[in-house]
């Protein structure tokens, strides 16, 4: 599988066919047990999904990785929070702003501030997107992004992920449909 930058990619299969696999393999969740992963042509070997996201790949998993009593800010910058001056306290004002530039292109509407236990499915899956953009991804892994949204939540994912294509992100969209 060779990937080019902003192009989306569909990879489809049935249930039990490896994609979701695949993808942990990329992304540093799983070690492959053959084969080789290379990155602008060089052999890479990650020990975990945060070299992979050093690399800019990013898994977003069917079920999302979000602490639903935290902001969604919070959540944005989990584990890479930004520091005031001293690096001992988060800068929660910088978290804010920074989270509502990432969100001004992918949907506006969701408040920052706000936890994430009260967001619909469709925002929660823009948040895991935002994390990702935080976290410069290159290429976004999406694993079966639409099985529980509306047709509505669809038609907004799709313009999302032509807006990540048109920044240069390569999406690839896994599912068994």
Known sequence: ??????????LLGENGAGKSTLMKIAAGYEAPSGGELRIDGRP??????????????????????LA????VA????LGAALR????????RAAQEAEARRL??????TIDVTAPVRGLRVAQRQIVEIAKALRA???????DEPTSSLTPNEFERLVAVIANLAARGVSVIYVSHK
């Open 1 to 10: 599988l060779a990937l080019q930058p902003g192009r989306v990619y569909g």
């Open 44 to 65: 890479v070997h990650f020990s975990g999904s945060r070299a992979a996201e050093a690399e800019g790949i990013v898994l977003i998993h069917q079920e999302f990785n």
């Open 68 to 71: 639903d009593d935290l902001t």
């Open 74 to 77: 919070q959540n944005i910058f």
């Open 84 to 91: 005031k001056a001293g690096g001992l306290l988060v800068d």
């Open 103 to 108: 969100l001004a292109s992918l949907d506006p």
């Open 136 to 142: 410069n991804a290159r290429i976004i892994a999406m």
